[in-house]
């Protein structure tokens, strides 16, 4: 089945202590992006990654990084993590920049 | 900076009622445009897309949008909304051949049975 998927879905955490959210697609997608949800804001762009290797930041960089060694796989990594990160999480897939984009299920973050 | 505008935050309607959800975009060129819907706790799910042509577009489960370009606006329509179409969807915009997919900050329609 052709599917995003995100880890973990639910994670509770403290300020500073460093943590990865994984995101993978199955369906050999070049572009990949990161998104957080925030009531009232709608979904804003933190990365988006081109292709393997590709990276660029979204409109809401700050405190996050990114990596994109495989073509599969776009882990958000949060350094330090900070309580105004507490978000929803969605990662997305496209076969390229102006395609239909592909959601994951999610991941809920909480930092104490 | 580009920007999308969603006119109502949130939409109350009874069963068979017609529902039409607000969308405006800002002037950049040429734009691609989307609506999406998120079901309550599910994940984003591409309703229909507008890229070029016929300015009417048919998406899924009865939901159409009408590209108008001299209003920069991507109405969303149905003429007869279910209880099952309770969800918050969300207009986006992509201008160009760079920039990033903006999305509006979405509409919450509650439908009572």
């Known amino acids: 089945e052709a599917q995003v998927t995100q880890n973990p879905r639910y994670l509770i955490t403290v300020t500073g202590k460093k943590l990865t959210v994984t995101c993978s697609q199955n369906?050999?997608?070049?572009?990949m992006s990161w998104y957080r949800q925030d009531p009232g804001l709608g979904l804003r762009q933190i990365y988006y990654?081109?292709?393997?290797?590709?990276?660029d930041k979204g409109d809401v960089p700050e405190g996050y990084k990114v990596s994109r060694k495989e073509k599969r796989n776009f882990p958000l990594i949060l350094e330090s993590p900070s309580p105004n990160q507490t978000s929803l999480y969605f990662c997305?897939?496209?076969?390229?920049?102006?395609?239909?984009?592909?959601f994951g299920p999610g991941t809920r973050l909480t930092v104490t | 900076a580009q920007s999308v505008s969603q006119h109502n935050h949130h939409v109350i309607l009874s069963e068979a009622a017609s529902l039409e959800l607000g969308c405006n975009y800002s002037?950049?060129?040429?734009?691609?445009l989307f609506w999406y819907v998120q079901y309550p706790g599910q994940h984003l799910q591409l309703l229909l897309k507008?890229?070029?042509?016929?300015?009417l577009v048919k998406g899924i489960k009865g939901f159409e949008a009408e590209f108008i370009k001299s209003k920069f606006s991507f109405n969303l329509r149905k003429p007869s909304v279910q209880w099952s179409d309770t969800a918050e969807y969300f207009c986006?915009?992509?201008?160009?051949?760079?920039?990033?997919?903006?999305f509006g900050k979405g509409t919450k329609l509650s439908v009572k049975p």
């Open positions: 369906m050999n997608h070049e572009y």
């Open positions: 986006a915009a992509l201008w160009g051949s760079q920039g990033n997919l903006i």
């Open positions: 507008y890229f070029s042509g016929d300015p």
């Open positions: 997305a897939s496209s076969p390229g920049r102006v395609y239909e984009q592909y």
């Open positions: 990654s081109m292709n393997v290797e590709v990276t």
């Open positions: 002037y950049g060129g040429t734009v691609n």
